[in-house]
């Protein structure tokens, strides 16, 4: 199962760009890049999900490099709610439910500072 | 819409003790997944719940086990606790247990002492 390297801690201006990035050099053709992210105190929040090409929700865009050994998570425009621990996880596409194949590992700890 | 919701929020427990945590879906959700998460960790699988029966589990001995009942709510429960029980306990729902999207509650936080 592929797993992710991301750096332990970011900072970001408010109202700046916050761009997370995810290594899963080892990520198999079939696999998601998924983004949670986990607010001190609270459960983790889905962000975005996405296989090959780039995605764009109304919270943030995952960027996918060709070979899909890595990933940017992209916080367009960063306010202090943003402030989190951003999760990079990668799981087979074709077996969505299985739960046990999801590792999530230490995550980014973003700081959005005014 | 109700969102996920868990109880109870704190609970301190001795070891040897047996728990048991209450997580409801978000409103219009089947499925149910457990997690554990360690202080500075992230979370860990430990089952899924789906038609009242366990579809897949993680890692962790049987000591922890779980229910659903016909109202989608879920029960985790943990027997002769162990310090390394300490932890925050996450319950997520999904509408089916194959999608990718989860929506998480706020955890219970247990304490072994």
């Known amino acids: 199962d592929a797993k992710t390297t991301q750096p332990p801690s970011m900072d970001c201006a408010e109202g700046r760009a916050a761009n997370l990035p995810c290594n899963h050099s080892?990520?198999?053709?079939?696999?998601?890049v998924y983004w949670y992210r986990q607010i001190h105190s609270q459960g983790p929040q889905y962000i975005i999900h996405?296989?090959?090409?780039?995605e764009t929700n109304e919270m943030a865009s995952l960027i996918i490099t060709e070979d899909r050994k890595s990933s940017t998570l992209i916080l367009p425009h960063a306010t202090l709610r943003d402030t989190a621990v951003y999760y990079c996880i990668v799981r087979p596409a074709g077996d969505a439910g299985n739960n046990r194949k999801l590792i999530w590992g230490l995550g980014t700890s973003l700081a959005v500072n005014p | 819409d109700a969102g996920v919701t868990q109880s109870p929020t704190h609970l301190i427990k001795t070891r040897g003790q047996q728990v048991t945590l209450r997580c409801s879906p978000k409103s219009g959700h089947d499925t149910v997944s457990w997690y554990q998460q360690a202080l500075g960790q992230g979370p860990q699988f430990i089952f899924q719940y789906y038609e009242e029966e366990e579809r897949q589990r993680g890692n962790f001995p049987d000591r922890f086990s779980g229910h659903q009942f016909p109202n989608y709510s879920s029960e985790l429960n943990v027997n002769a606790l162990l310090l390394g029980d300490s932890a925050l306990y996450l319950c997520?729902?999904?509408?089916?247990?194959?999608?990718?999207?989860?929506?998480f509650g706020p955890g219970t936080r247990l304490t072994v002492t």
């Open positions: 996405g296989l090959k090409n780039n």
């Open positions: 080892t990520i198999s053709g079939n696999e998601y």
């Open positions: 997520a729902s999904s509408l089916g247990p194959d999608k990718y999207e989860q929506y």
